[in-house]
């Protein structure tokens, strides 16, 4: 059976004591399934409060939005893999849309991003997808291959059993505009057999999709076998709402 992974990235939202507020209703509201984890990826500055206050919930995770791949240094503004440990993330996400297309991310930035998480006990969790020119020109998949190949190409199949990969379309973030589960799912099948390629189960690595999920399009959307989860923004920011499509999604 899959285990359903719902990811919410807060991206720049929810200081400290709003993080804590959220996650104390998000607990009262939300009842444990054994079907799903649940991850949350607060701003650097609500990690520690967000880990916190799921402390005694193993299945919530909290975990960090960005990290630089130096473990430390002269880098002023940036965070490590190990601080971000430190202060209690279990994850990291690389390479979202919004690091790639407006801080300028570059593919090599994301291979040095995943090694660095790697050599930590955090779990990474590569973003990839395509612009809407890319989409329309037809480069959808060269565009994942060349992503994937740039960020993982380097790792062999036990490392690549521990990256998440969550294809989200670029176009389809914070738009209103979702993927169609089966245009989703045929990106989902290329990450597999990408894996496969390199020697990895292609189960190994839990596949998420994201952009624009929310409360009336998740159910079609895990109805597509080749999802394992979602990774959400704008839909994650209400506690009780998150909390509600979380614990009914695909039951
Ligand atoms: C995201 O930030 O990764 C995302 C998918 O955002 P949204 O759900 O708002 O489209």
């Not at 992974?5 to 959220?22: I, Q, T, V």
């Amino acid at each position: 059976m899959r285990r359903l992974l719902f990811a919410a990235n807060w991206k720049m939202h929810l200081g400290p004591d709003e993080a804590r507020a959220y996650l104390k209703t998000f607990r009262a509201t939300y009842h444990r399934r054994e079907d799903r984890d649940v991850w949350f990826f607060p701003p650097a500055v609500s990690l520690e409060a967000a880990a916190q206050a799921v402390r005694e919930r193993t299945d919530l995770v909290v975990g960090v939005q960005d990290i630089h791949w130096e473990p430390k240094g002269a880098f002023t503004g940036a965070i490590s893999a190990p601080l971000a440990a430190q202060a209690g993330a279990k994850a990291a996400l690389v390479g979202h849309s919004e690091r790639r297309h407006v801080f300028g991310e570059t593919d090599e930035d994301t291979r040095r991003k995943v090694a660095a998480v790697l050599a930590t006990p955090l779990q990474p969790v590569l973003c990839v997808g395509e612009t809407l020119p890319e989409r329309e020109a037809g480069h959808t998949l060269a565009v994942v291959h060349r992503q994937l190949a740039g960020a993982l190409g380097r790792l062999d199949a036990a490392k690549l059993a521990h990256v998440t990969i969550a294809y989200e379309p670029v176009w389809a973030i914070g738009t209103g505009r979702n993927a169609t589960p089966r245009d989703a799912g045929v990106v989902h099948r290329e990450i597999r057999t990408w894996l496969a390629g390199r020697g990895a189960a292609p189960t190994a690595a839990r596949v998420l999709y994201g952009g624009s999920v929310n409360a009336k399009n998740i159910a079609e959307l895990l109805a597509e076998p080749q999802l394992d989860g979602v990774l959400v923004g704008g839909a994650s920011l209400d506690p009780a709402a998150w909390a509600q499509l979380v614990q009914t999604a695909a039951a």
